[in-house]
Structures are given as structure tokens and as C-alpha cells.
């Protein structure tokens, strides 16, 4: 149960984030916006770090594969491509195809067993349930 509360809670905060981060480039630029971002994240998982965990920084260069180091650098292009988003879209339309485009990825990752997550089996429900998200977008978006 607490995980789907977790969940909606990301939702909703990912929607808020994305209209502040727009606002915050309409008056500077989208790398200051991005930027003043991520540095603001990072002062915040600094402060938590201190707060609470005080591992070592050194156990990142145990990670393999190297590659998932990537998070924080995909992290700016999620930044920067939310910002594009709502601000030509709007954030109703921005969110629902964005919630579709993961929903998208994490099912492939999943079908195919990609980045070490566990394969799991095709299924036709699974496809259905997009159609229908995608046909909820096509509603929504219908004038």
C-alpha cells in the first residue's frame, strides 16, 4: 500500500516540479533553469545524506556496469525535456504523454530483461491497458 501512495505522490510531484521548472525558464534560460535544478537537488540529497545515511561516496566506483552511472546526466534531459514539453503542450498534455512514454519504456525493459531487470512475459492485457491509456489521451485531447 505504501508503495502506491509513494507513487502517486511522485506523480504529483513530478507535475508540480515540471510547471516551476517552466516558470523558472521563462525568466532565465532553459541550462540556468536546468541547472539551478539539479544543483538545487544536489544540495538537498547533500543535506539528507548528512542527515541520515553518511555511506561512502567510494562504493559508486564498485557500481557495474559503469553505464548506470548515467542517472544524473539522463536527469538533465528529463529536466530540460519536461520544460520543452509543457511549455509548448501545456501540463495536462505534457503528463499524459509522458506517463505513456514510461509506461512504454518500462514495459519493453521488462519484456526484454534490459539493464538487469528481471524478463518477464508478454502479455496481451499489458498492451490493451496502453491502447487504452493512449486512447484516453486522444479523448483528452480531442476538441
Known sequence: MIGIFIALLSGALMSIQGVFNTEVTKG????VSTSWVQFSALVVCLGAWLLQ???????????????????????????????????????????????????????????????????QPFAWRRII?????????ILFKWE
Not at 512514454?101 to 519484456?111: D, F, G, K, M, S
Not at 496502453?130 to 486512447?135: H, S, T
Request: glycine share 12%; charged share 10%.
Open 129 to 137: 491497458g496502453m491502447a487504452v491509456c493512449i486512447g484516453g489521451i
Open 28 to 31: 532565465s534560460s532553459m541550462w
Open 53 to 119: 545515511d553518511r555511506s561512502s561516496f567510494a562504493a559508486l566506483w564498485q557500481i557495474q556496469p559503469k553505464y548506470m552511472l548515467l542517472g544524473g546526466a539522463i536527469g538533465a534531459f528529463i529536466t530540460y525535456t519536461v520544460i520543452k514539453a509543457m511549455a509548448s503542450l501545456g501540463p495536462a498534455r505534457a503528463v499524459m504523454l509522458i506517463v505513456v512514454a514510461q509506461l512504454l519504456v518500462a514495459y519493453l525493459i521488462e519484456l526484454f530483461g534490459m539493464f538487469g531487470v528481471d524478463k
